[in-house]
């Protein structure tokens, strides 16, 4: 998933550790847990393993909502599988091991959506009135209530979603079964394909008596099956496809000192895959076509280069080392490539009341014709007759820009290169002290570049908050205003300009520790530890390159009106 980058098969660990707090100064980059893994190696006999896991729905329970809405117990077969190889290549020198686990998920999920009736694809609006009973009004009585005119347009897309999902389901919308207004739920199992795969390969290599060399590769192609919002529209899945290599080397230079170097690269990719390539178009509290999820990709390579140096001196054990890592973050978004339009009776003079009182006030003057509705019904009301109106209430457009500020054509997708470079040193001291007592004491030192967009496309602003908010408050000691406007300008390398915030060069992690075996079944640990953990790269935005600009048609509830469909921003974007 886009959380985990490499997980390792159950059958290829050899062993693990978690520290859980107080890491030693070897440890870093975060004040969590720290866990080693290690891997299984091939020794001079063929060993391996083949396992199969099997789940089936037969096992499993329908829920409450399906039962009640007639839908059947989702879907549940799970498989998982896989093995592992291992042995010589040439005996005492050079082996192999090789683990693979699959899983294969065939199920299914209850969803339930908002859906307009029949009703409403006939452009009728019905309701409880004051007296309990149903009242229908006709596309032509609606017309007469609103001169704008229902929109057919509307009511024909209404009648393609009545037909094509039909409602089933009553716990959601304003109907029930005895008593059918404009809208219900649709309820449906959502098949959900999962296909995981995992490789784990390992050689190692004994070059001499004093030196050895491993060369590990992880390998990972997956499906997560994503929920459809209709049975017909597309999955969001999320396909994840990373990759790691790792690459050690281990002298034993004398009894004395040994030195461990290791190169990694582990290569983070995913796409979530959205379910439109569009404009959103919805109507609000009724129909909804699409969950508007749009494609996200991004790959993240992360360049690693550790060597550590131990030397024993009498009852200590003196370590040092460094830890490199060259960061990249290359993504493309279409998050705001494309604008958004509902019909919001919020967005209404009145926030939908004129709406239901332009209703109540037809009925009241013809009293043969229909019955005012009831008060427990007008958000209802409101939500049905602005969808049947179906004009845009609420309309927000989002424009992307390339570097030199020219506007890109709806669609764009974003396209970012982030990037940062990590350097750390350590020193650490371990003396056994006691052959039940040992005291451990480092520091390690942690630099990290700030985050840089490397094609220019980064700003920030021209005075800085903590600035902005110093003059702000001696303004205010002096009794005036102070509002000058902040402009982002660019910034960073690729710009020739300083970076986005300062470095910090300060990051001292001071580590001390012990441990007393105070009998056979009792250890005593304590210690403290100091943490600086990085400025992350999901923490930059698009300020800048990126913007929304709402549509607001009127500032007076519809007695004036300022922007129209030919003239959106009459006040610029």
């Keep these: 998933?886009?959380?985990?980058?490499?997980?390792?098969?159950?059958?290829?660990?050899?062993?693990?550790?978690?520290?859980?707090?107080?890491?030693?100064?070897?440890?870093?980059?975060?004040?969590?847990?720290?866990?080693?893994?290690?891997?299984?190696?091939?020794?001079?006999?063929?060993?391996?393993?083949?396992?199969?896991?099997?789940?089936?729905?037969?096992?499993?329970?329908?829920?409450?909502?399906?039962?009640?809405?007639?839908?059947?117990?989702?879907?549940?077969?799970?498989?998982?599988?896989?093995?592992?190889?291992g042995g010589p290549i040439v005996k005492n020198r050079f082996f192999f091991f090789y683990s693979y686990e699959g899983r294969r998920d065939a199920s299914a999920a209850s969803s339930v959506r908002i859906v307009p009736l029949a009703s409403m694809g006939?452009?009728?609006?019905?309701?409880?009135?004051?007296?309990?009973?149903?009242?229908?009004?006709?596309?032509?009585?609606?017309?007469?209530?609103?001169?704008?005119?229902?929109?057919?347009?509307?009511?024909?897309?209404?009648?393609?979603?009545?037909?094509?999902?039909?409602?089933?389901?009553?716990?959601?919308?304003?109907?029930?079964?005895?008593?059918?207004?404009?809208?219900?739920?649709?309820?449906?199992?959502?098949?959900?394909?999962?296909?995981?795969?995992?490789?784990?390969?390992?050689?190692?290599?004994?070059?001499?008596?004093?030196q050895s060399l491993y060369l590990r590769a992880n390998v990972q192609h997956d499906l997560f099956g994503g929920i459809p919002w209709f049975p017909d529209t597309p999955r969001p899945d999320l396909w994840s496809h990373p990759w790691g290599i790792a690459i050690g080397h281990t002298w034993t230079i004398s009894s004395r000192f040994v030195n461990r170097f290791v190169y990694g690269l582990t290569r983070e990719a995913f796409t979530e895959q959205g379910d439109t390539q569009g404009n959103a178009i919805s109507f609000r509290?009724?129909?909804?076509?699409?969950?508007?999820?749009?494609?996200?990709?991004?790959?993240?390579?992360?360049?690693?280069?550790?060597?550590?140096?131990?030397?024993?001196?009498?009852?200590h054990t003196v370590q040092l080392g460094t830890n490199i890592r060259v960061i990249r973050n290359n993504r493309v978004n279409f998050a705001n490539a494309f604008d958004s339009a509902i019909t919001n009776p919020s967005f209404y003079a009145g926030a939908g009341q004129n709406e239901s009182g332009a209703i109540n006030a037809y009925c009241t003057n013809n009293p043969n014709v229909c019955a005012p509705l009831s008060r427990a019904f007008r958000s209802s009301v409101q939500n049905a007759v602005t969808a049947l109106i179906g004009r845009f209430t609420q309309y927000t457009a989002n424009f992307t820009f390339d570097r030199s500020g020219q506007l890109q054509p709806s669609g764009t997708p974003s396209r970012r290169r982030f990037a940062t470079e990590e350097y750390d040193l350590y020193v650490q001291d371990v003396w056994k002290l006691r052959p039940n007592l040992t005291l451990t004491a480092g520091v390690r030192y942690g630099l990290s570049r700030p985050v840089y967009e490397t094609n220019g496309f980064e700003v920030k602003p021209n005075i800085p908050l903590a600035e902005y908010f110093r003059r702000r408050r001696e303004a205010e000691k002096r009794g005036v205003?102070?509002?000058?406007?902040?402009?982002?300008?660019?910034?960073?390398?690729?710009?020739g300009r300083?970076?986005?915030?300062?470095?910090?060069?300060?990051?001292?992690?001071?580590?001390?520790?012990?441990?007393?075996?105070?009998?056979?079944?009792?250890?005593?640990?304590?210690?403290?530890?100091?943490?600086?953990?990085?400025?992350?790269?999901?923490?930059?935005?698009?300020?800048?390159?990126?913007?929304?600009?709402?549509?607001?048609?009127?500032?007076?509830?519809?007695?004036?009106?300022i922007a129209s469909l030919a003239d959106p921003y009459p006040n610029g974007l």
Excluded: C
């Design 1 to 85: 998933d886009r959380n985990t980058v490499l997980r390792l098969n159950a059958e290829a660990i050899e062993e693990f550790r978690v520290t859980v707090s107080n890491a030693n100064a070897t440890q870093g980059r975060s004040s969590g847990a720290q866990i080693s893994l290690i891997t299984k190696s091939g020794t001079n006999d063929f060993h391996g393993s083949l396992f199969e896991y099997h789940r089936n729905t037969v096992t499993t329970a329908n829920d409450f909502f399906n039962n009640r809405a007639g839908v059947p117990r989702p879907k549940l077969i799970r498989n998982t599988f896989g093995g592992s190889l």
């Design 481 to 495: 205003n102070y509002n000058e406007p902040i402009v982002m300008d660019l910034s960073g390398p690729a710009n």
């Design 122 to 210: 006939r452009g009728e609006l019905r309701y409880v009135n004051t007296s309990g009973g149903i009242t229908t009004l006709t596309t032509a009585q609606l017309n007469a209530i609103f001169p704008v005119g229902i929109n057919p347009a509307a009511v024909a897309a209404f009648a393609e979603a009545a037909r094509k999902y039909p409602a089933n389901d009553f716990t959601v919308g304003d109907s029930r079964p005895d008593r059918l207004l404009n809208t219900a739920g649709f309820r449906f199992n959502a098949p959900i394909r999962t296909d995981l795969n995992a490789h784990t390969a390992r050689f190692d290599l004994n070059i001499t008596d004093r």
């Design 285 to 315: 509290f009724v129909f909804q076509p699409r969950g508007f999820i749009y494609t996200l990709s991004r790959v993240t390579p992360t360049h690693n280069f550790v060597d550590d140096f131990s030397w024993v001196i009498g009852n």
């Design 498 to 561: 300083s970076p986005l915030y300062r470095w910090d060069k300060n990051n001292f992690q001071p580590r001390i520790g012990f441990a007393f075996q105070i009998n056979e079944k009792t250890v005593l640990r304590g210690g403290f530890a100091m943490y600086t953990v990085p400025f992350p790269l999901e923490g930059i935005n698009l300020t800048g390159f990126s913007t929304s600009t709402p549509v607001v048609p009127t500032a007076d509830n519809g007695l004036t009106f």
